[in-house]
């Protein structure tokens, strides 16, 4: 996603709702996900062929001119590592701009007080990405590198500048490629970030037509890598019908990026809602019903008619307007809930871990801390199963003491209700296939609504159990659930936590 200077024009048409194609399948266990990954139709299938399903986030900072990952200045990576698994998330695109691979670039905002970040020390942009590769893979997260700058002024229209030639891009790709090469916790790369306008697709003009160029990239890529996932963003404009910057697939239906390695593209596109920009569809008589034809028209299409995977690579907003949370809400249902199709779904990154994304906020606060708990509690029904960890689990040292403990606060209460959250923790020494919370209120409280965790309640008691995608948990790990009820007065019971 490009800051400030995103426009988007629309002229939208009329869109017929398309067939479902393959029938609903449900969801593989959680050790799916191992090996490299590939294709079939619509869906992504690891090395033993299981489907799966990317649910991930954006963490964002490498494309700046920090050349690093945010946040660094506040916390330790692999503290933010663990708690994105402790959500459910279970892939981590991080975009980059052609900077990092730069002789001689080196990070900043770094914070080693404390011991945070210790092995980071000395390590330029490239060094900084291996770690945080490394630790992804270890906790079971796969990884997408995101070309999303071809330097750190800004995002280009087109995939290359005067400055950042096609060819620099193209060798820039070859080299990530080849650096991670035998490691498949990077499963792919997102060749360029949101082209736009005067980009085109099927055009035939080598200089303006993206399709013609992420073929010419992706084949590069694939010939010293040929196990990864190419990923391929729309563009703004295909025959006069515009939408989001990258956002547009429409020209997928004539104009197919076909490469030398069969099975290895994935088409992405970009939504966001009214905190990013207006579109006409937003103020239609309709909204929200007007929403899954407009994304079948861009690109569920190709989902819907089995070509390829499709991954929304980005959607976000503030959520501070009504026409957001019916937009996100609308979005996530769109996508299809894991626990009804499993991995035949679409797959997504949501923008962003980022609390500093200026028209969107992020899944953390402003402190790198604390966890939107709406927001993240928006993305509960699509989030899937973590993937094994490579190199083993460094959180399962074997033979210990299982043991949690859960930290209840209180986050608002208006007297006739209350939102509030559970922290947990993994006390013990070994990691953790499940927990329980339980908790008695002193008065008539009911749970209202609960995310990221289900729950029973008899009388005052309540037990809170982990969801699918949040029970595991390393010694030291944390998971967090929200809820409401009703009324208000409650203030803060004593909590239990049982792990097992």
Not at 158 to 171: K, Q
Not at 188 to 200: S, T
Not at 457 to 473: C, K
Request: charged share 15%; net charge negative; proline share 5%.
């Amino acid at each position: 996603m490009f800051r400030s200077l995103r426009r988007a024009l629309c002229a939208v048409a009329a869109a017929l709702l398309l067939p479902l194609g393959a029938g609903a399948q449900t969801a593989h266990a959680a050790e799916s996900g191992a090996g490299y990954w590939h294709t079939g139709g619509r869906q992504i299938l690891d090395a033993a062929g299981q489907s799966v399903r990317i649910a991930g986030i954006n963490w964002f900072g490498f494309e700046t001119s920090n050349n690093v990952v945010h946040g660094l200045w506040s916390r330790d990576y692999k503290s933010m590592i663990d708690q994105m698994r402790s959500l459910g998330y279970n892939t981590l695109r991080i975009p980059y701009s052609d900077d990092i691979l730069k002789s001689g670039a080196v990070t900043d905002s770094i914070d080693f007080s404390g011991g945070k970040n210790a092995d980071l020390q000395g390590l330029n942009p490239l060094g900084v990405l291996d770690k945080i590769v490394a630790y992804a893979g270890q906790d079971g997260l796969k990884v997408i590198l995101d070309r999303h700058r071809p330097d750190a002024g800004g995002q280009s229209a087109l995939w290359y500048t005067a400055a950042v030639p096609e060819s620099t891009w193209i060798a820039n790709l070859k080299s990530l490629a080849a650096r991670y090469k035998g490691n498949p916790t990077v499963v792919g790369i997102d060749l360029h970030n949101e082209p736009h306008d005067p980009a085109c697709w099927g055009c035939g003009d080598t200089s303006r037509d993206w399709r013609l160029a992420a073929q010419r990239a992706g084949n590069a890529v694939l010939s010293v890598n040929p196990d990864l996932l190419i990923f391929v963003e729309g563009v703004q404009t295909y025959n006069g019908v515009s939408g989001w910057w990258g956002g547009n697939l429409m020209g997928v239906a004539q104009y197919p990026v076909q490469l030398d390695v069969a099975n290895r593209v994935v088409y992405s596109a970009h939504d966001y809602a009214t905190s990013v920009a207006q579109q006409s569809w937003f103020s239609d008589p309709s909204f929200p019903d007007n929403m899954p034809g407009i994304w079948d028209k861009y690109w569920g299409y190709i989902f819907k008619q089995n070509i390829a995977p499709v991954w929304v690579g980005e959607f976000g907003t503030t959520l501070t307007s009504t026409v957001d949370q019916k937009w996100l809400a609308a979005l996530v249902s769109y996508l299809r809930p894991t626990s009804t199709y499993g991995a035949d779904s679409f797959h997504w990154t949501f923008w962003s871990w980022n609390p500093n994304s200026g028209d969107t906020g992020g899944i953390l606060k402003d402190d790198w801390q604390t966890v939107d708990t709406v927001k993240d509690g928006y993305l509960a029904s699509v989030k899937a199963p973590g993937f094994p960890a490579g190199g083993g689990d460094p959180g399962d040292p074997g033979g210990g003491t299982a043991a949690c403990t859960a930290a209840y606060t209180v986050s608002s209460d208006w007297g006739g209700g209350f939102n509030a959250e559970v922290k947990v923790t993994n006390s013990g020494t070994t990691a953790l296939k499940s927990w329980k919370v339980t908790w008695a209120w002193p008065g008539a409280q009911k749970i209202t609504s609960m995310w990221n965790a289900s729950y029973t309640q008899s009388g005052s008691t309540v037990s809170a159990v982990n969801a699918s995608h949040n029970g595991a948990l390393a010694p030291g790990g944390t998971a967090s659930f929200g809820f409401g009820g009703a009324p208000g007065g409650a203030g803060v019971p004593a909590v239990s936590c049982t792990a097992t």
